[in-house]
């Protein structure tokens, strides 16, 4: 079918776009959702290269990495509120507009300087897709099969992170460094057009843009990340300056939108029973995450002697059966209440974990993968149910601030996660990972015992 003859199909107001008009949107949708995912994973694998190619030290190359989330946490609150202002098809497309250019530019750069500013406004693109993405899944799909549309979100996420690593590797295999941010431009060349044509309008919601709230969110999210990403360091005491210069600014931000109407930091949805339960359980989810994906490669290597090539494929279990759960979860949310899907994933989740932490001292490669494969699953099948919660337990004037916020709660869960093992490390390094294993455990139950309380919960 011609794009023309798709566009011309009518559409439901209250039904989403029909298909297979909905299926093109949702691709482009996927096409961003992917690219971001896998450049966030992409880079590393290069820097060595990049380093000797550009005459910059290693140290100050891990900045191409470090710059990206840098770019994406700063701007994902700004594009939440800008998809809600401007329309979302306007905030998405300039999104994945922002992001092709950018990677272009990332391809061409001459010296590391330039290279580190390309990766800051790709990170930029990366939060107006990670912000609006899920805000425009809820526009094209009917309410009842919202579940279906963020799982394919899930699965992008999932995939994408896995085998980031992997397309490096192929790529850097037979062919320059650049190539890794050249294979983005194509994709969003067809892309961009094609959501432009058939994605609709949307409606805005015109009020004016609050920037000392962007400045002031901006502020708190990329402090607490650099503080993070301190802490690894001998400069402790700095670390706990700025982890606390953006608590600051947090509690600023906090007071400063406060009693206002259709604010950047939405504290009217935060007010949303369910809205506040599920962020909660998605914070606690993603801790359990990122301290379990941090500390394993430890565990492997160090303790279990593992190759770096081994311990590759003993972690992917887990994103692949990502891979199958978070779809399945996402039929599943039609028949059944989220809340209990979530909370049984994270039961799963909570149970992979702790069957991890009380492993063998020597286990064999398939005792390690039956029991990521667990912790998969469970990740899987809480995740699709949660945010297809988060989508719509608000009103639609605030889809892009729900997405934006589902953005903020990984990206906090991720901190904090982060943050969680740097300290466990420096405390205690005998045993350090298996006590990094079993508090994610215990945020996976405690994120259980948040998502049953959804059970009584208001929207």
């Known amino acids: 079918m011609s794009t023309a ?104 750069s001459p010296t590391l300087p330039i290279l580190i500013l390309a990766r800051f406004v790709q990170g930029a693109g990366c939060a107006c897709i990670a912000a609006i993405g899920p805000a425009v899944v809820r526009d094209i799909y009917p309410r009842r099969l919202i579940g279906s549309g963020l799982a394919m979100i899930a699965l992008c996420v999932a995939a994408g992170g896995a085998l980031g690593p992997t397309i490096a590797s192929l790529i850097l295999s037979v062919a320059t460094w650049p190539w890794l941010f050249l294979v983005n431009v194509p994709i969003g060349i067809v892309a961009v057009p094609l959501f432009l044509s058939l994605a609709r309008p949307g409606r805005p919601y015109p009020r004016p843009f609050d920037y000392a709230a962007a400045l002031l969110s901006a502020a708190a999210l990329s402090l607490l990340l650099i503080g993070v990403d301190s802490l690894g360091s001998s400069e402790r005491t700095l670390a706990i300056g700025e982890m606390a210069a953006g608590l600051a600014c947090g509690a600023a931000l906090v007071w400063h939108q406060s009693g206002r109407t259709n604010a950047l930091l939405p504290l009217d949805l935060l007010r949303i029973p369910l809205m506040s339960l599920s962020l909660a359980t998605s914070t606690c989810a993603y801790i359990a995450q990122i301290l379990a994906y941090v500390s394993l490669p430890f565990l492997f290597e160090t303790v279990m002697h593992r190759s770096q090539t081994e311990t590759g494929f003993l972690v992917t279990p887990w994103p692949a059966l990502i891979f199958f759960a978070a779809p399945l979860a996402g039929r599943l949310v039609r028949r059944y209440p989220a809340a209990l899907l979530s909370s049984i994933g994270l039961a799963i989740l909570a149970t992979g974990l702790l069957l991890l932490a009380t492993m063998p001292t020597q286990p064999s490669d398939l005792d390690i993968a039956w029991r990521m494969a667990i912790c998969g699953i469970g990740f899987g099948f809480y995740q699709t149910p949660n945010n297809a919660t988060v989508m719509t337990a608000g009103p639609v004037s605030r889809s892009g601030a729900a997405g934006g916020m589902l953005a903020v709660a990984r990206t906090l869960g991720w901190c904090i996660g982060s943050a969680l093992v740097t300290v466990i490390f420096s405390l205690s390094a005998q045993g350090a990972t298996i006590l990094c294993l079993e508090i994610a455990c215990g945020f996976a139950i405690v994120g259980a015992i948040v998502s049953v309380a959804r059970f009584s919960a208001r929207r």
Do not use: H
């Open 5 to 108: 003859a798709v566009a011309a199909v009518p559409v439901e107001e209250n039904e989403g776009l029909p298909p297979p008009r909905r299926y093109w949107v949702l691709a482009c949708v996927l096409c961003g959702v992917a690219l971001m995912s896998i450049d966030g994973a992409i880079a590393n694998i290069a820097l060595p290269t990049m380093a000797r190619d550009l005459g910059a030290s290693d140290a100050a190359t891990v900045w191409v990495v470090n710059i990206y989330q840098l770019g994406s946490v700063v701007c994902l609150l700004p594009a939440a509120a800008l998809g809600e202002i401007l329309g979302l098809k306007r905030v998405y497309a300039f999104g994945l507009i922002l992001f092709t250019l950018s990677s272009l530019a990332c391809a061409l």
